[in-house]
């Protein structure tokens, strides 16, 4: 069965540093894209990073240069989204997904997460 978990959320203040945590098992995803979203309240789920096969980046002008996202294959693929300098406009719920296909990951991944609650006070 394959699952994607995320963890690491937390409530934390305006300009502090979170790392979430995505577990991937259930199959090998050594070739899958896999990526990050979140979805503040009342508005849709937007597409903020990407790491593709080969360990390219890609990141959303809203939050570029405030956070790394890395990916670690093992018996369990481990990916990870280092935020930096947080503003509250960051609240929202961060979910992984991974990809077959890197070009639909932000489209139409393959797997979805649960969701982590990431909440930022001013």
């Known amino acids: 069965q394959v699952q994607l978990v995320e963890s690491g959320g937390g409530l934390v203040q305006a300009g502090d540093s979170l790392r979430l945590s995505c577990a991937a098992s259930?199959?090998?995803?050594?070739?899958?894209?896999m990526g990050w979203f979140r979805q503040a309240p009342g508005k849709e789920r937007e597409w903020i990073a990407s790491?593709?096969?080969?360990?390219?980046?890609?990141y959303a002008d809203s939050v570029k240069g405030r956070v790394i996202i890395s990916k670690y294959n093992a018996n369990t693929t481990m990916m990870y989204l280092q935020m930096n300098s947080l503003k509250p406009e960051d609240t929202a719920v961060y979910y992984c997904?991974?990809?077959?296909?890197?070009?639909?990951?932000?489209?139409?991944?393959?797997?979805w997460g649960q969701g982590t609650q990431v909440t930022v006070s001013s």
């Open positions: 997904a991974a990809s077959s296909a890197a070009i639909q990951l932000t489209r139409s991944p393959d797997y």
């Open positions: 790491i593709w096969n080969g360990g390219y980046t890609f």
């Open positions: 259930g199959r090998s995803f050594t070739g899958y894209a």
